[in-house]
């Protein structure tokens, strides 16, 4: 059903240059790990999946789920529900192992929120992808995606400006997917916040560098990282490793 609803209107308002099916495993369950910039993205994503023939799950903020028509499209496509910050926030984490033990496609949108960087580039990463991934011993196919956002802009509202919604005329959106991230050197290891944020530095970086071939340009040297740019100044090094520690927590972001 979700297939029928959203693919006539993507079909009317992009042209797709979609890349890297051969890097989709055929059998056995995976993770995708995608960047974020558009909310447009996850139907762009969700089409380039669906038509590599192994569909993902999504794991979605809990509330979007309490949304008339939208949860029951979700339930049915078995979409994994993240309860943030509470108690129940460990039930993502341990759907998406099953999920992945089953043989199925789990997506991590990585950065955990739409990227805050001003030209677009992927932030720091959230570690739960990783923590999946070391748990599991599935591989993380590293995707970066590019061109929704000329579609819906960051925070668009339908205002005027680059903010507006602009379906038309038809964009190109691209999305490649590259071969499975190197994480042989810590698999086996202690699944300790340090190793979880080495991986996830790696998953990073190979979707960073897929991005910069959409995009023709080199990422910048430094990767915007939200939880810097909030700390007052000389606390940005503590709330980073304040930060790994709650990843761990909730790490289904």
């Known amino acids: ?3 029928v609803i ?3 209107p993507l079909f009317a ?4 240059d979609w890349r890297g099916y051969e890097n989709i495993p055929v059998e056995g369950g995976f993770l995708t790990a995608i960047n974020h910039n558009s909310y447009l993205d996850p139907l762009v994503y969700g089409h380039y999946q669906y038509d590599s023939g192994r569909p993902a799950r999504f794991l979605a903020k809990a509330g979007v789920f309490k949304l008339p028509g939208v949860k029951q499209i979700l339930h049915g496509a078995k979409m994994i529900p993240v309860y943030r910050g509470s108690t129940d926030a460990t039930q993502a984490f341990r759907a998406a192992i099953d999920a992945v033990d089953s043989g199925e496609c789990v997506a991590f949108y990585i950065e955990g929120t739409l990227t805050r960087d ?6 720091t990463g959230k570690t739960g992808a990783a923590r999946v ?13 590019w061109g929704a956002h000329e579609i819906m802009p960051r925070y668009a509202k339908g205002g005027k400006g680059n903010r507006r919604f602009k379906p038309f005329p038809r964009k190109t959106v691209m999305v490649v997917a590259g071969p499975p991230v190197d994480l042989d050197r810590w698999r086996g290891e202690e699944i300790t916040g340090a190793v979880l944020r080495e991986a996830t530095d790696a998953i990073m970086n190979d979707i960073t560098a897929l991005l910069e071939q959409l995009r023709g340009e080199k990422a910048p040297s430094e990767r915007f990282d939200m939880a810097k740019s909030r700390a007052p100044q000389g606390q940005a090094e503590g709330s980073q490793e304040m930060g790994s520690e709650e990843n761990e927590k909730e790490p289904a972001e």
């Open 13 to 16: 308002m992009t042209k797709r």
């Open 118 to 123: 001003p030209d677009l580039w992927p932030m």
């Open 1 to 3: 059903m979700a297939a």
């Open 6 to 8: 959203a693919k006539p």
């Open 133 to 145: 991934a070391l748990t599991t011993g599935a591989p993380v196919i590293p995707v970066a995606q």
